[in-house]
Nanobody, 123 residues
Framework: QVQPVESGGGLVQAGGSLRLSCAAS????????MGWFRQAPGTEREFVAG????????DYADSVKGRFTISRDNAKNAVYLQMNSLKPEDTAVYFC????????????????WGQGTQVTVSS
């Protein structure tokens, strides 16, 4: 099993960039697909980006395509979300998750979830 822990959130102006990190404890990290979800106040948690175990496949929500990039480093048990050209509507708590297979992660049926990190984009 793995336990994701997010970091890197903060306050940024519109048009700026942030890089989120997710450190996942556990010896089997490389066996898991990883993903990022977000939840804004009063809304459902939504999929942002996902990556399979060896980085061969990625998936993105339409709202972030071309602006966000997901990557992972299995040697460091870490996954990252580079967020560029941020918009106020990107404001949310961002969650990292781990699941058996990219489709499972994308569907929100991941086995493990972090506690989240707040991202606030000011206009």
């Amino acid at each position: 099993q793995v336990q994701p822990v997010e970091s890197g959130g903060g306050l940024v102006q519109a048009g700026g960039s942030l890089r989120l990190s997710c450190a996942a404890s556990g010896r089997s990290f490389s066996a898991y697909a990883m993903g990022w979800f977000r939840q804004a106040p009063g809304t459902e948690r939504e999929f942002v980006a996902g990556i399979n175990w060896n980085s061969a496949s990625t998936d993105y929500a339409d709202s972030v395509k071309g602006r966000f990039t997901i990557s992972r480093d299995n040697a460091k048990n870490a996954v990252y979300l580079q967020m560029n050209s941020l918009k106020p509507e990107d404001t949310a708590v961002y969650f990292c998750n781990a699941g058996r297979g990219l489709p499972t992660v994308v569907a929100g049926r991941a086995d493990y979830w972090g506690q989240g990190t707040q991202v606030t984009v000011s206009s």
